[in-house]
C-alpha cells in the first residue's frame, strides 16, 4: 500500500511495528543470515540503482554512486557481519556482569538526494543486522531511487526469513508527512541524513535523534607534503561524484613556498584558475539569496561555469577559485556540494591552521579537515592539526570524500555513510554511525563483595629477647641512621637505650625524639618530621604503644614526602579502594619499624593511626595500608 497521507502512514507503522516486534526474537544466526542476503542483494542491484539515483536527482556521476552503492553493501557487510547485535554480548563471571542487546525499535530514516540509495542501503543494512526496523523518508528529488533501494533490500531480507514489513517508506513525501514520521509516537530513533534544516527537525523532534553536521572540509597543505600526490588527492576526492559527499573538500589553504607549485599542479591537472570576470561570476552562482545554490549540486565542472555564463573545456575537472577573504562574504568560503574549490595561500604553516580553524568555524565545525605533510618526519605537525581542528575526523595525507566515510584510507575508521559532527555540529555523537549506535544494552549485575584482604609487616619478630635479633636484621640491611620515635618515660627509664645501644656498637647514628604524650597532636608530629628532615634517617623506630606508633608513622609520611597536606591525609573515605587522596609511596627514604611496649591496640601491624589537630581538639582517624610498618617487634622483655 501506498503511503501519500497521514491515514497511511499511520498504517504502514502499525505494519512495521508488528514486523519489528517479531524481528526482535530473531536469533543473532537468523539476523545475520538476513544482513548477508540483503547486502548481496543491494551490491548485485549497485549499477541499476546508480543509474536511477542520477537519472532522477540530476546529480553526480553513475560509476561514482556505484562505487558507493557498492561500498555500502560491502564494506558495511565486511566491518559488521561478525558483530554481535542480539542477546548476550558479554559475560563476566569475575565481576558478575551479563551485557544483553535489545534493539531501539523503529527508527526513521531521513535520506538526502545526494546519495539517495547507498545511504539508504547504509541505513537498511544496520537497522536489520540491530533487530530494528526502518521506515524512510526520502528526499522528494530522489524519491523512487531511495524507496527502490529500500524495497530491494526488503525482499531480500524476505526471503531470507525476515518479516515482511520490516522496512518501509513515504512514496510521496512532503514536509508534512516528514514531520508526521518523526513525530509519530511509535518512533524510536531518527537516523537523519541532510541538509541542517532536516537535521534540526530531527533533533527537534522530542525523540532521540542521531544526525549530521554540515561540511566545509579545508586541506592544508604545508612545504614538507608530496605535492603531487596531495593534488591528486584532491582532485579524486573533490571530483567523486561530483563533489556531494558532504566530507569533500571545500578549501585548500597552501604555504607560501609551495603555492606557486600547487597551482601550476592543478592547472595542469583538470584545475581550471578562474580569473577575473570568471571568478565574480562563479562566485555570484555558488550562493543564493545566502544560501547554497541548489542548481550546482552536484553538477560537473562545465556546467557550473555555464550557469555563471562563460564556458570551459567539458574536461574540466574542478574550478579553483583563488581567493583571500576567509569569512561569510566570500562564497567559495562555503560549502559548496560541486566541484568548485577555494584556494588561499598562508605566509606559513601556523597560519595555514589558523585560516583552516576559521573555514571549519565557519560552516563545517565537526565534520572533516585535512592536512597534507610528511606524517612520518612532521609527527608534531600532525598532533598541532589533531589540536587545534575541531572536527571528528582529521584526515592525513587523504582523499576526504573516501577517506571520511571510513576503512579506505585508514582501517581502524569505522565504515559509515552517516558521519557525526557532535557537539560542535549540534549532533548526539561525534563518530561514524554503525550498528553499535542502534542498539540498547542492558546490564545484569549480579549481587558481588568486595575482595578482602590481610596485609602484615614484612618482618614480624615476636618472642621473649627478640629486640636484638631483629635489630640485627636492620644493621645487615645497611642501614646507617636511625631516628627512635617515644614518650618521654621510656626514654628516662631507658628503654630507647636498649635499642641505641645495639645500633651505635655496629655503627649507625642514632637520634631519639621522645616528645610523644597520649594521643599525639598534630604540632608535636610536626615537630618529629622536622627533626627527621634535618637528622635524614634512612630507618625509623616507633618504640611504645599506640601513640608513639601513631606518631611516627605521620612523622613518617612528612619525611618522606614534605609536600602533602595533612588535611588531604586525613580526608574520610567511603571505600579504601576508591578514596579520591592516594596516600604516597612509602619507604623511599626510610624504612618503618614498630617496637611495641603494650598490647591492645595492634598498631605495630596496622595501616591506621590517631592523631588529634591540638588547635581544634579534633580527632583524625587515618588509615592507608602505606602506614603499615616494614617490621614489627614483640618483645615481651619491653
Known amino acids: 500500500m501506498a503511503v501519500t497521507n497521514v491515514a497511511e502512514l499511520n498504517a504502514l507503522v502499525e505494519r512495521v511495528k508488528k514486523a519489528q516486534r517479531e524481528y526482535a526474537s530473531f536469533t543473532q544466526e537468523q539476523v545475520d543470515k538476513i544482513f548477508r542476503a540483503a547486502a548481496l542483494a543491494a551490491a548485485d542491484a549497485r549499477i541499476p540503482l546508480a543509474k536511477m539515483a542520477v537519472a532522477e536527482s540530476g546529480m553526480g556521476i553513475v560509476e561514482d554512486k556505484v562505487i558507493k552503492n557498492h561500498f555500502a553493501s560491502e564494506y558495511i557487510y565486511n566491518a559488521y557481519k561478525d558483530e554481535k547485535t542480539c542477546g548476550v554480548l ?45 521506515i524512510f523518508s526520502p528526499h522528494p528529488r530522489a524519491k523512487e531511487a531511495t524507496n527502490k533501494a529500500a524495497d530491494i533490500v526488503l525482499q531480500a531480507a524476505i526471503a531470507a526469513g525476515a518479516p515482511k514489513d ?24 531518527i537516523l537523519a541524513t541532510g541538509g541542517p534544516g532536516m537535521v534540526k527537525a530531527a533533533y527537534s523532534s522530542g525523540k532521540p535523534a542521531i544526525g549530521v553536521g554540515a561540511g566545509n572540509t579545508p586541506v592544508v597543505i604545508d612545504e614538507t607534503a608530496d605535492i603531487k600526490r596531495a593534488v591528486a588527492s584532491v582532485l579524486m576526492s573533490k571530483t567523486f561524484d561530483n563533489g556531494v559527499i558532504c566530507a569533500s573538500e571545500q578549501s585548500v589553504v597552501v604555504v607560501d613556498s609551495v603555492y606557486d607549485a600547487v597551482r601550476e599542479r592543478f592547472a595542469s591537472h583538470g584545475g581550471y584558475m578562474l580569473q577575473g570576470q570568471e571568478l565574480k561570476a562563479v562566485q555570484n552562482v555558488i550562493l543564493k539569496n545566502g544560501a547554497l545554490n541548489a542548481a550546482i549540486v552536484g553538477q560537473p565542472a562545465y556546467k557550473i561555469a555555464e550557469l555563471a555564463g562563460f564556458s570551459v573545456p567539458e574536461t574540466t575537472k574542478i574550478l579553483i577559485g583563488e581567493v583571500t577573504v576567509v569569512d561569510e562574504s566570500e ?12 584556494m588561499y595561500r598562508a605566509k606559513d604553516f601556523e597560519e595555514a591552521v589558523e585560516k583552516a580553524e576559521k573555514l571549519v568555524a565557519m560552516g563545517g565545525i565537526g565534520h572533516t579537515s585535512c592536512l597534507y ?48 559532527c557532535g557537539s560542535w555540529g549540534g549532533n548526539s555523537i561525534s563518530e561514524n554511525v554503525g550498528p553499535k549506535h542502534l542498539i540498547n544494552k542492558k546490564t545484569v549485575a549480579k549481587r558481588a563483595e568486595n575482595m578482602l584482604w590481610h596485609k602484615l609487616p614484612k618482618s614480624i619478630y615476636f618472642r621473649r629477647g627478640s629486640l636484638p635479633i ?4 636492620v644493621i645487615t640491611d645497611g642501614h646507617k641512621r636511625a631516628l627512635i620515635v617515644t614518650d618521654r618515660f621510656l626514654f628516662n627509664n631507658g628503654y630507647a637505650d636498649q635499642i641505641t645501644s645495639v645500633l651505635k656498637a655496629a655503627g649507625v647514628e642514632t637520634e631519639v625524639f621522645f616528645e610523644v604524650e597520649a594521643d599525639p597532636t598534630l604540632s608535636v608530629v610536626r615537630k618529629g618530621a622536622e627533626l627527621a628532615n634535618s637528622f635524614k634517617p634512612d630507618v625509623i623506630i616507633a618504640l611504645g604503644g599506640g601513640s608513639p606508633m601513631d606518631a611516627a608513622k605521620i612523622m613518617w609520611v612528612m619525611y618522606e614526602h614534605p609536600e602533602t597536606h595533612f588535611e588531604e591525609l586525613a580526608l574520610r573515605f567511603m571505600d579504601i579502594r576508591k578514596r579520591i587522596y592516594k596516600f604516597p609511596k612509602m619507604g623511599v627514604k626510610a624504612k618503618m619499624i614498630a617496637v611495641t611496649t603494650t598490647s591492645g591496640t595492634g598498631s605495630e601491624v596496622t595501616p591506621f593511626a590517631v592523631v588529634t589537630d591540638d588547635a581544634t581538639g579534633q580527632k583524625y582517624p587515618l588509615a592507608d595500608y602505606a602506614l603499615t610498618p616494614d617490621m614489627a617487634i614483640v618483645d615481651a622483655n619491653l
Open 90 to 134: 558479554s559475560e563476566d563471571d569475575t565481576f558478575g556482569t551479563i551485557t544483553i542487546a535489545e534493539p531501539i525499535g523503529i527508527i526513521c530514516g531521513i535520506v538526502p538526494t545526494t546519495n539517495p540509495t547507498s545511504t539508504a542501503i547504509f541505513k537498511s543494512l544496520i537497522s536489520l543486522k540491530t533487530r530494528n526496523a526502518i
Open 166 to 189: 520490516l522496512i518501509g517508506w513515504i512514496d510521496q513525501p512532503s514536509v508534512e508527512l516528514s514531520n508526521a514520521l518523526m513525530h509519530h509516537p511509535d518512533i524510536n530513533l
Open 331 to 342: 562564497p567559495f568560503a562555503h560549502e559548496k556540494l560541486s566541484p568548485t574549490l577555494a
Open 373 to 420: 605533510t610528511d606524517q612520518d618526519n612532521q609527527p608534531e605537525r600532525v598532533a598541532y592539526f589533531g589540536q587545534m581542528m575541531k572536527t571528528a575526523r582529521i584526515l592525513i595525507n587523504t582523499p576526504a570524500s573516501q577517506g571520511g566515510i571510513g576503512d579506505l584510507y585508514n582501517f581502524k575508521l569505522a565504515p559509515s555513510l552517516t558521519l557525526g
Open 470 to 473: 631483629a635489630l640485627d636484621e
